[in-house]
Protein backbone atom coordinates (compact mmCIF):
# COMPACT_ATOMS: atom_id res chain seq x y z
CA UNK A 1 0.00 0.00 0.00
CA UNK A 2 2.61 2.33 1.22
CA UNK A 3 4.83 1.60 -1.00
CA UNK A 4 2.08 1.68 -4.40
CA UNK A 5 2.02 5.14 -3.11
CA UNK A 6 4.84 6.22 -2.77
CA UNK A 7 5.91 4.70 -6.75
CA UNK A 8 2.74 6.47 -7.86
CA UNK A 9 3.19 9.99 -5.79
CA UNK A 10 6.88 9.66 -4.88
CA UNK A 11 6.02 10.18 -0.85
CA UNK A 12 3.31 10.08 0.94
CA UNK A 13 3.22 13.85 2.07
CA UNK A 14 2.85 14.46 -1.64
CA UNK A 15 -0.22 12.35 -2.27
CA UNK A 16 -1.98 13.67 0.75
CA UNK A 17 -0.91 17.47 0.15
CA UNK A 18 -2.53 16.96 -3.60
CA UNK A 19 -5.79 16.72 -2.06
CA UNK A 20 -5.57 20.47 -0.88
CA UNK A 21 -3.78 21.52 -4.14
CA UNK A 22 -0.46 21.77 -1.74
CA UNK A 23 -2.01 24.59 0.56
CA UNK A 24 -3.64 24.16 3.54
CA UNK A 25 -7.12 24.52 4.10
CA UNK A 26 -8.05 27.61 6.54
CA UNK A 27 -11.72 27.19 7.40
CA UNK A 28 -11.66 30.56 9.80
CA UNK A 29 -13.64 28.83 12.63
CA UNK A 30 -14.91 31.78 15.55
CA UNK A 31 -16.42 28.97 17.53
CA UNK A 32 -15.40 25.68 18.59
CA UNK A 33 -18.63 23.88 18.41
CA UNK A 34 -18.10 24.51 14.85
CA UNK A 35 -14.83 22.57 14.05
CA UNK A 36 -16.44 19.68 12.42
CA UNK A 37 -14.55 15.75 13.42
CA UNK A 38 -14.33 14.87 9.80
CA UNK A 39 -15.40 16.90 6.29
CA UNK A 40 -15.97 16.38 3.11
CA UNK A 41 -12.40 16.77 2.44
CA UNK A 42 -11.35 14.05 5.05
CA UNK A 43 -13.77 11.64 3.91
CA UNK A 44 -12.55 11.80 -0.10
CA UNK A 45 -9.22 11.41 1.58
CA UNK A 46 -10.27 8.18 3.30
CA UNK A 47 -12.14 6.91 0.62
CA UNK A 48 -9.20 6.60 -1.63
CA UNK A 49 -6.95 5.46 1.06
CA UNK A 50 -9.45 2.25 1.44
CA UNK A 51 -9.29 2.11 -1.95
CA UNK A 52 -5.67 1.90 -2.10
CA UNK A 53 -5.82 -0.95 0.02
CA UNK A 54 -5.10 1.47 3.78
CA UNK A 55 -6.93 0.36 7.35
CA UNK A 56 -8.28 2.05 9.93
CA UNK A 57 -8.11 5.43 7.88
CA UNK A 58 -11.57 6.20 8.24
CA UNK A 59 -12.46 10.58 8.07
CA UNK A 60 -12.31 11.04 11.65
CA UNK A 61 -8.77 9.38 11.65
CA UNK A 62 -8.03 11.20 8.53
CA UNK A 63 -9.31 14.83 9.97
CA UNK A 64 -7.27 14.42 12.87
CA UNK A 65 -4.41 13.23 10.58
CA UNK A 66 -5.06 16.55 8.94
CA UNK A 67 -4.70 19.06 11.46
CA UNK A 68 -1.25 17.26 13.09
CA UNK A 69 0.49 18.07 9.82
CA UNK A 70 -0.93 20.84 9.06
CA UNK A 71 -3.24 20.29 5.90
CA UNK A 72 -6.05 22.36 7.73
CA UNK A 73 -5.07 24.64 10.00
CA UNK A 74 -8.45 24.08 13.00
CA UNK A 75 -7.54 27.07 15.40
CA UNK A 76 -10.05 29.27 16.10
CA UNK A 77 -9.16 32.36 14.66
CA UNK A 78 -8.96 34.40 17.90
CA UNK A 79 -6.34 31.96 18.86
CA UNK A 80 -2.49 33.61 18.25
CA UNK A 81 -1.71 30.35 16.68
CA UNK A 82 -4.19 30.58 13.89
CA UNK A 83 -2.34 32.84 12.09
CA UNK A 84 1.22 31.66 12.48
CA UNK A 85 0.33 27.81 11.82
CA UNK A 86 -1.51 29.06 8.61
CA UNK A 87 1.57 31.27 7.80
CA UNK A 88 4.18 28.85 8.87
CA UNK A 89 2.05 25.66 6.80
CA UNK A 90 1.92 27.72 3.65
CA UNK A 91 5.86 28.66 3.49
CA UNK A 92 6.80 24.92 4.21
CA UNK A 93 4.51 24.44 1.18
CA UNK A 94 6.39 26.30 -1.13
CA UNK A 95 10.01 25.57 0.04
CA UNK A 96 8.94 21.99 -0.47
CA UNK A 97 7.92 22.49 -4.33
Known amino acids: MALQVRRDFCSLD ?5 FVNNKPLSPSYKYSRKIPVK ?7 S ?7 FRFVGPTVIHSFM ?3 GLTNDHLVSCPRHRVCSSAAAAARVNNN
Open 47 to 53: KDMVRRG
Open 39 to 45: TSKSESI
Open 67 to 69: EAV
Open 14 to 18: KYVWA
